[in-house]
T-cell receptor, first 112, second 112 residues
Framework: GENVEQHPSTLSVQEGDSAVIKCTYS??????FPWYKQELGKGPQLIID?????GEKKDQRIAVTLNKTAKHFSLHITETQPEDSAVYFC???????????FGKGTRLSVIA | KAGVTQTPRYLIKTRGQQVTLSCSPI?????VSWYQQTPGQGLQFLFE???????NKGNFPGRFSGRQFSNSRSEMNVSTLELGDSALYLC???????????FGQGTRLTVV
């Protein structure tokens, strides 16, 4: 089955700097890649997603890139703010009613 | 539009007991997935229900079971609780698999 690896497990950045989180997946048939943000005491919140027919997607300060050949995708957060501090999860799934498979998460700390 | 609602938010149970958790999905969503979240293992897929049928099942023992009702509300049950079952149990709803999934706030289960 699908396996998703996520790096790094922890990341500290200065406020205003950029943060990059990377994930790799094993199943070349995977075609949907969402990213979730989980704040303390809350459930994961979908922040951005990308499908395999697109190489990059942006939404204000966040962007996701996908390299199908290398089977990896990345989350980029620019101009980080303290409220970006949270745990971020990547996930992958494919067509055919298969569930999302998650990476183990990255704890991002933005230092003011 | 109301989000995903999970009840109760917190539970404390004793080893050997059983527990039932509830999830009300977003109106119109027919797919409900359950995940177990622990610090060491991340989000582990338990099972998915779609239109009252279990469509996918993760690698968990038979003590973990679930069901879905005609109004798409779902319950999961854990019997003969073990200390290792202590975790945050998350429910996610989506219109169908391989599309945006929205999580509830989770039920924090503590087994003592």
């Amino acid at each position: 089955g699908e396996n998703v690896e996520q790096h790094p497990s922890t990341l500290s950045v200065q406020e205003g700097d950029s943060a990059v989180i990377k994930c790799t997946y094993s199943d070349s048939a995977s075609n949907y890649f969402p990213w979730y943000k989980q704040e303390l005491g809350k459930g994961p919140q979908l922040i951005i997603d990308i499908r395999s027919n697109v190489g990059e997607k942006k939404d204000q300060r966040i962007a996701v890139t996908l390299n199908k050949t290398a089977k990896h995708f990345s989350l980029h957060i620019t101009e980080t703010q303290p409220e970006d501090s949270a745990v971020y999860f990547c996930a992958a799934s494919k067509s055919g009613n298969t569930p999302l498979v998650f990476g183990k998460g990255t704890r991002l700390s933005v230092i003011a | 539009k109301a989000g995903v609602t999970q009840t109760p938010r917190y539970l404390i149970k004793t080893r050997g007991q059983q527990v039932t958790l509830s999830c009300s999905p977003i109106s119109g969503h027919r797919s409900v997935s359950w995940y177990q979240q622990t610090p060491g293992q991340g989000l582990q897929f338990l099972f998915e229900y779609f239109s009252e049928t279990q469509r996918n099942k993760g690698n968990f023992p038979g003590r973990f079971s679930g069901r879905q009702f005609s109004n798409s509300r779902s319950e999961m049950n854990v019997s003969t609780l073990e200390l290792g079952d202590s975790a945050l149990y998350l429910c996610a709803s989506s219109a169908r698999t391989n599309t945006e999934a929205f999580f509830g706030q989770g039920t924090r289960l503590t087994v003592v």
